[in-house]
């Protein structure tokens, strides 16, 4: 956990931007680095969701009853931590679009002739004064792309969690 607050303590977009430059630019380079970034997010929230629920009556109850570990572990604790790590996996995702888009607007991420967005937006900057829809479109679709996926984790929430 150590390592992971040390991760965390670190903005995603500046760690993200710092593997990619040490490792080198690619598609590869990006996906791997956009994972690390973001894996302590999730280490963290799998982990207080465990400590949470493994103190709960009926985790108690399958333990009186001598259920092994494992058992517990499958029957009991991951169906229950399950919605909250989806939830936050629909969010993340957004930010990790824009994450990748960022890197690749730099230079770091996908390289051309591969599409994305942040290339075409990079692309596109030099044509703002005479063809601005070069950049626009692009940037339009990243923001809806990044609004709908919002939208979809905030349905998610709604759908599958219980306490509201």
Do not use: C, K
Not at 118 to 131: E, F, H, K, N
Not at 140 to 163: C, E, K
Request: hydrophobic residues 55%; charged residues 10%; proline residues 6%.
């Amino acid at each position: 956990m150590r390592i992971t607050d040390a991760m965390m303590a670190f903005p995603v977009i500046v760690l993200a931007l710092a593997l990619t430059a040490i490792v080198g630019a690619s598609l590869t380079t990006a996906m791997v680095a956009i994972g690390i970034v973001y894996a302590p997010i999730f280490i963290r929230l799998a982990r207080a969701q465990t400590l949470s629920v493994r103190e709960t009556e009926y985790v108690e109850a399958a333990r009186a009853l001598g259920n092994n570990h494992l058992s517990i572990m499958v029957r009991h604790i991951l169906p229950n931590i399950f919605s909250p790590i989806v939830i936050q996996m629909s969010v993340s995702m957004a930010t990790a679009i824009l994450v990748e888009t960022a890197l690749s607007f730099l230079g770091l991420g996908v390289q051309p002739p591969t599409p994305s967005w942040g290339s075409m937006l990079r692309l596109g900057v030099g044509y703002l004064d005479t063809a601005p829809w070069v950049s626009i479109w692009p940037g339009f679709a990243i923001f809806v792309t990044v609004l709908g996926i919002n939208l979809l984790g905030d349905a998610l929430r709604d759908l599958l969690d219980p306490r509201d």
